[in-house]
């Protein structure tokens, strides 16, 4: 395993202070504030805690309600809601300062037989051969503020491989799709509630940058201010993160200062194994 996906799944495994309350560390992605993806992951980790080991999550809705601080530590609380024969539902809040920064109401069922299809997986080039986003960012160290140099050139816990590369510090006009191939950098335990809040904190990466394509503003670009309003997944079907994923993004509308985005997780099979939604603030403030 490598030492930053080690560092993350350290990351994302929260101190438990008494029944149903955990505390999290927080990390500095350079993004001023808390990465959206981090807090998705420490809420399903705290919420999988506290439901049988045999149920699996399926779904969640989550709101962010405010900027989380990347310097302090984040304290979740799950509220059980419902234990049924079939499903478990929970509400987690994440507290910074004594106020809540973000809410989460997830659903977990055990695994069981049922009717079955899927979509047909979107055609795509394979991971094979493409560069990753740290050897884009690489080619690219002169272009970096000094900021997001350390941030963007180390190792990351997961490796991203973008089918076409969409430059965050420069955008170009482009259809509002995209597509990256994302696995583990390194072995994953084999329990697959790891992998599915592993997958949760990658969902909020390639995702509402998707929004801006079709006005050819990167993200990163000088006054640009974007941020995740909610954001919603379903997981179908098991899957390993060590193993590639196709994360196939578009976005179907922006309106009122306001992105929508969809995505869809497939393994190199073809098998689609989970699905997100997200709305975000999009606002060129120059």
């Not at 530590?73 to 910074?96: H, K, M, T, W």
Request: with cysteine.
């Amino acid at each position: 395993m490598s030492q930053t996906l080690n560092n993350l799944l350290t990351l994302l495994n929260l101190e438990k202070i008494e029944e149903g309350l955990f505390r999290g560390q927080s990390e500095d992605l350079g993004l001023r504030q808390v990465f959206g993806g981090q807090v998705v992951g420490q809420a399903l980790y705290a919420a999988k805690e506290t439901v049988p080991e045999e149920r699996l999550v399926h779904s969640f809705h989550s709101y962010f309600l405010r900027p989380g601080d990347s310097q302090k530590p984040i304290i979740y609380d799950v509220e059980v809601l419902r234990d049924g024969n079939s499903f478990s539902a929970r509400r987690v809040a994440a507290i910074q300062n004594g106020k809540p920064i973000f809410y989460m109401t997830a659903s977990f069922q055990a695994p069981e037989p049922g009717f079955e299809h899927q979509k047909t997986m979107p055609t795509a080039a394979g991971p094979e051969g493409l560069p990753s986003e740290t050897e884009i960012a690489q080619s690219l160290a002169h272009l970096l503020p000094p900021i997001l140099k350390e941030k963007f050139l180390c190792d990351r816990p997961l490796e991203i491989r973008p089918v076409e590369f969409h430059n965050p510090l420069k955008g170009h006009v482009a259809a509002p799709t995209r597509q990256v191939w994302i696995r583990a950098n390194g072995a994953v335990p084999d329990d697959i509630r790891v992998h599915q809040y592993l997958l949760g904190y990658a969902s909020d990466l390639n995702f509402l940058p998707v929004a801006l394509q079709p006005h050819g503003i990167g993200f990163l670009e000088k006054g640009i201010q974007i941020a995740t309003i909610d954001h919603s997944m379903w997981f179908h079907r098991p899957f390993k993160l060590n193993e590639w994923l196709l994360y196939s993004v578009e976005s179907t509308s922006a309106s009122s200062a306001r992105g929508f985005v969809r995505g869809e997780f497939y393994t190199q099979d073809g098998a689609l194994v989970a699905s997100t939604v997200q709305e975000g603030v999009m606002r060129n403030h120059n």
